[in-house]
């Protein structure tokens, strides 16, 4: 026999021994520290897996399996290690316990990327894995993106908006990541589908729903008035048995959730933030963590049901200071749109909007002179327009620092769009300067058209000839989660050939709700001219979000409602985005042009000082 021969009927040997005797004594976090292996390009702490270093994942993993568990929720933040915890149990499954398994992401996109970025790694760096999975440069049907192959099982990867890839043969572990960016489709709930896919192993069967909270969507009909609202992933954890990781002071021993609320720091150093112990008042430095995760344990509010529900943020990371996370909310709580990531990705919370958008009254109660025709905040500026089917309506728009924004202009263009002489019109008015008091003369510097409705080809035409003013051609997309702006396609015929950007409707709405909510000038705070008839304001209002199969959309309030003033804003906040202009260089003016006239307004004699 020869030797290669030899050797594969040696490894064939092993490997059906290691499938027909697995080691079953095993838990998860005990096959983790025996076997897993972390690839750089994973980790900072690359190498064989450490369960001391995020002890707060040794029980959600040991609790894979226990009897009477048949669910686990896990509700976290960024940096604690969520994806590492479904790769471990996945590994598990498939070296100890060989079945089929279904893994579902968000979208086909994260479902390739986790293929290749999170599982090939893993599986390339675990030798076990490796040799039950094969060479990852294997290409034949038992071993692509969608589905892996191994001794005693198959690994099925799906993603929430493709009903066929979720409705395979039955599976006993279903894996679901990210389960709040979940949204239904044609054929219903995604994560119902998943589910049926395990009720042949009955109550050998193991769901994990592992995600970062996202929004907090209305309560299901017959809820209290003043009842609180979750995301889909908090409301899963509301009905386990809800366990919090309690770690113990380092001085008084006081075990204690962590909460953002008790991170302090010196004004100016958000670095210096230390944690202050709510028992008490004893001061806690970053130095003292992970000595606080190694004694920590996990403490159930609920009896176990069969699911096991588990809640953690960021301020366990041991990869994350206290220090950096104040410095991350100081920059984040200058918009709602970043707070919000902030809540979500850092405090693990669900995002409910801080207030309702503001009145029509309350609006149009904030008009104001302005010193100037762009007021010395202004910027940049930018402009929209939604084409009619007999007139233009645009808007011109100043922006400032840390998205405070002016409504400098608001016209209506009588006329056929057919026509010429209407844009041309158009094209005056954004094409002449705006002074502001110190004389500087400003320009609109990027311009959206709506190309969605009527005269596609004029707005082609009119965009082409005007490209390098960066006057560009848009369509709206009422698609939930899609990006404010996304990457342009080229649309039209020469020569009005032209870059053609999607904004996400749903998006900019959002942000612009939030931005109406605030009260006082300053970051994010929208300004309005004195003058501006109601009628505007009443088109802003034209619209709110509703919750229609659990997707949230944004429906006009009556529809014979105008909201061409909605729209306008929406397009001029995607020109600010396409433009993506450097802020630190204006922040860096505006102060030059303060301490200049600070200089030229001193006394004889302090200029210096």
């Given at each position: 026999m020869s030797g290669a021969i030899s050797n594969r009927v040696v490894e064939t040997f092993r490997r059906a021994r290691q499938t027909a005797i697995p080691l079953t004594t095993l838990s998860v976090s005990a096959w983790a520290a025996a076997y897993r292996y972390l690839p750089a390009e994973r980790a900072d702490q690359s190498g064989r897996w450490r369960n001391e270093v995020v002890p707060y994942l040794v029980e959600p993993m040991d609790t894979v399996g226990k009897p009477g568990v048949t669910e686990i929720i896990f509700v976290k933040s960024a940096q604690v290690g969520g994806s590492e915890f479904l790769n471990n149990v996945l590994g598990y499954f498939a070296h100890i316990e060989p079945c089929p398994i279904l893994f579902v992401a968000e979208d086909e996109k994260k479902a390739e990327?986790?293929?290749?970025?999170?599982?090939?790694?893993?599986?390339?760096?675990?030798?076990?894995?490796?040799?039950?999975?094969?060479?990852?440069?294997?290409?034949?049907?038992?071993?692509?993106?969608?589905?892996?192959?191994?001794?005693?099982?198959?690994?099925?990867?799906?993603?929430?908006?493709?009903?066929?890839?979720?409705?395979?043969?039955?599976?006993?572990?279903?894996?679901?990541?990210?389960?709040?960016?979940?949204?239904?489709?044609?054929?219903?709930?995604?994560?119902?589908?998943?589910?049926?896919?395990?009720?042949?192993?009955?109550?050998?069967?193991?769901?994990?729903?592992?995600?970062?909270?996202?929004?907090?969507?209305?309560?299901?009909?017959?809820?209290a008035p003043d009842a609180p609202r979750y995301s889909p992933i908090e409301w899963d954890y509301e009905l386990s048995d809800k366990r919090k990781y309690h770690v113990p002071c380092p001085h008084c021993g006081e075990y204690q959730v962590l909460s953002w609320k008790n991170v302090v720091w010196d004004d100016g150093d958000p670095l210096s933030a230390v944690y202050m112990c709510v028992a008490n008042g004893c001061v806690i430095e970053h130095a003292h963590k992970g000595e606080m995760l190694a004694r920590g344990h996990w403490v159930a509010e609920k009896p176990l049901t069969g699911c096991a529900g588990f809640w953690i943020n960021e301020l366990y990371s041991p990869?994350?200071?206290?220090?950096?996370?104040?410095?991350?909310?100081?920059?984040?709580?200058?918009?709602?749109?970043?707070?919000?990531?902030?809540?979500?990705?850092?405090?693990?919370?669900?995002?409910?909007?801080?207030?309702?958008?503001?009145?029509?009254?309350?609006?149009?109660?904030?008009?104001e002179p302005y010193e100037a025709e762009?007021?010395?905040?202004?910027?940049?500026?930018?402009?929209?327009?939604?084409?009619?089917?007999?007139?233009?309506?645009?808007?011109?728009?100043?922006?400032?620092?840390?998205?405070?924004?002016?409504?400098?202009?608001?016209?209506?263009?009588e006329g056929d769009p057919a026509k010429r002489t209407v844009w041309d019109e158009l094209k005056e008015l954004w094409l002449t300067?705006?002074?502001?008091?110190?004389?500087?003369?400003?320009?609109?510097?990027?311009?959206?058209?709506?190309?969605?409705?009527?005269?596609?080809?004029?707005?082609?035409?009119?965009?082409?000839?005007?490209?390098?003013?960066r006057w560009r051609a848009v369509k709206g997309a009422n698609t939930p989660g899609k990006p404010l702006v996304s990457k342009p396609t080229m649309q039209g015929k020469p020569p009005h050939r032209v870059?053609?950007?999607?904004?996400?409707?749903?998006?900019?709405?959002?942000?612009l709700a939030a931005r109406l909510s605030i009260g006082e000038s300053g970051?994010?705070?929208?300004?309005?001219?004195?003058?501006?008839?109601?009628?505007?304001?009443?088109?802003?209002?034209?619209?709110?979000?509703?919750?229609?199969?659990?997707?949230?959309?944004?429906?006009?309030?009556?529809?014979?409602?105008?909201?061409?003033?909605l729209d306008l804003r929406v397009y001029a906040t995607a020109a600010l985005a396409i433009?993506?202009?450097?802020?630190?260089?204006?922040?860096?003016?505006?102060?030059?042009?303060?301490?200049?006239?600070?200089?030229?307004?001193?006394?004889?004699?302090?200029?210096?000082?």
């Open positions: 990327a986790w293929s290749k970025e999170s599982f090939a790694p893993t599986v390339r760096e675990t030798p076990v894995l490796s040799r039950l999975f094969g060479a990852a440069r294997e290409r034949d049907s038992g071993n692509t993106i969608q589905g892996k192959m191994f001794p005693g099982g198959h690994l099925a990867i799906a993603w929430a908006t493709s009903p066929s890839t979720l409705s395979s043969r039955p599976r006993r572990v279903v894996l679901m990541d990210e389960r709040d960016a979940f949204l239904p489709t044609r054929e219903g709930d995604p994560v119902k589908l998943a589910e049926k896919r395990t009720l042949t192993f009955r109550e050998r069967k193991v769901i994990i729903k592992v995600s970062t909270p996202r929004n907090r969507l209305e309560n299901p009909p017959g809820s990869f994350t200071s206290w220090g950096e996370m104040a410095r991350d909310f100081l920059k984040a709580k200058k918009s709602p749109e970043t707070l919000k990531v902030f809540v979500n990705t850092s405090l693990a919370e669900g995002w409910e909007d801080l207030a309702e958008m503001a009145s029509i009254d309350d609006l149009a109660a904030r008009c762009a007021p010395d905040g202004v910027l940049v500026i930018t402009a929209s327009a939604d084409i009619q089917g007999d007139r233009i309506e645009t808007e011109i728009v100043g922006w400032g620092l840390d998205d405070e924004s002016w409504s400098l202009d608001y016209r209506v263009i300067p705006l002074r502001r008091s110190d004389g500087t003369e400003m320009r609109v510097a990027a311009a959206c058209v709506d190309s969605g409705g009527h005269h596609t080809d004029e707005v082609y035409r009119f965009c082409a000839e005007n490209a390098g003013r870059k053609l950007y999607t904004v996400g409707t749903e998006t900019a709405k959002d942000t970051p994010g705070y929208c300004h309005f001219p004195e003058g501006r008839d109601e009628d505007y304001f009443r088109q802003l209002r034209s619209e709110r979000p509703t919750m229609r199969a659990g997707v949230r959309r944004w429906e006009k309030v009556r529809a014979s409602m105008r909201n061409e003033g433009l993506n202009p450097n802020w630190r260089a204006l922040r860096a003016g505006v102060r030059k042009r303060a301490a200049e006239t600070e200089v030229e307004a001193s006394p004889p004699g302090e200029a210096a000082t």
